[in-house]
């Protein structure tokens, strides 16, 4: 059950009543009754489910992002070499 974080409303939700989104801040769910924004943080079991957890704000913004399953992380960028004076490149320096 979510219970809504604004302090004059304060209504309780089932899971099934709310629509969670990332919004751009993590996950959200936006309270149906009064619009306010309340964090939320995913678990996935090992048989695949995934479940929902009300979190302070303050907590949702400490939590790392995740990467989905079988991403790997960017690459860094290349530096690119410096022309000389004829136009081809010149190895970097060690």
Not at 38 to 42: E, I, P, R
Not at 52 to 66: D, E, L
């Given at each position: 059950?979510f219970?809504?974080?604004?302090q004059?409303c304060?209504?309780?939700w089932?899971?099934?009543?709310?629509q969670?989104?990332?919004e751009?801040q993590?996950?959200?769910?936006?309270c149906?009754q009064?619009g306010?924004r309340?964090?939320?943080?995913?678990r996935?079991?090992?048989?695949g489910s995934t479940?929902?957890?009300?979190?302070?704000?303050?907590?949702?913004?400490?939590?790392?992002?995740?990467?989905?399953a079988?991403?790997?992380?960017?690459a860094?960028?290349?530096?690119?070499r410096?022309?000389?004076a004829?136009g081809?490149a010149k190895?970097?320096s060690r």
């Open positions: 059950m219970v809504c974080g604004n004059a304060g209504a309780s089932e899971p099934d009543e709310v969670i989104r990332d751009g993590g996950l959200v769910f936006r149906p009064c306010a309340n964090h939320v943080v995913a996935t079991a090992k048989d479940t929902f957890r009300q979190v302070p704000a303050s907590a949702a913004q400490q939590a790392p992002a995740k990467r989905p079988g991403t790997q992380p960017k860094p960028a290349k530096v690119p410096k022309a000389t004829q081809r190895p970097a």
